[in-house]
């Protein structure tokens, strides 16, 4: 397989084998009008497989999506073919508007115009709870 080095652009590298559309979806790349490049299984020495994606665009990235789905991600950022920075995302400490809360008794459930606002409370286990009703979202961080 032959994928073409990114001009000008950013690499999202060390995504868990699987999540590469999850990544996809949440930063609306189908939106962009550039090349994308989305490579699953990829053979790891330090994971095993993995998923990359490379956007051959210059975007701004949710940091705080990918450290959510995963925060073992790094993001090189390209120039004129050079890595120029890389970032590891973290557990962001606040999400808004990524999930939804899943209490039918939530604000969030009964007016249409309130953002899902969700704060860790566990950093080890990844998880969230609501800020309204106090809730976890039905889907975890494994």
């Known amino acids: 397989m032959n994928i073409d080095s990114i001009r000008n652009g950013l690499v999202i590298d060390h995504i868990k084998s699987g999540k590469a559309m999850e990544i996809y979806h949440y930063l609306n790349l189908d ?24 956007i051959d665009a210059e975007i701004s990235v949710d940091v705080d999506v990918l450290g959510y789905i995963d925060p073992n991600i790094t993001v090189n ?19 808004t508007d990524i999930i939804k809360c899943s209490n039918p008794r939530c604000i969030t459930s009964i007016e249409q115009d309130i953002h899902h606002i969700f704060k860790l409370s566990d950093k080890e286990k990844g998880i969230y709870r609501c800020i309204y009703c106090d809730s976890t979202p039905k889907v975890t961080k494994e």
């Open 31 to 54: 939106s962009l009008d550039c090349q994308i490049a989305i490579i699953k299984n990829a053979t790891s020495k330090r994971m095993g497989k993995k998923d990359i994606i490379k």
């Open 77 to 95: 950022f390209i120039e004129n073919g050079v890595k120029v920075k890389k970032l590891h995302p973290e557990l962001p400490v606040q999400i």
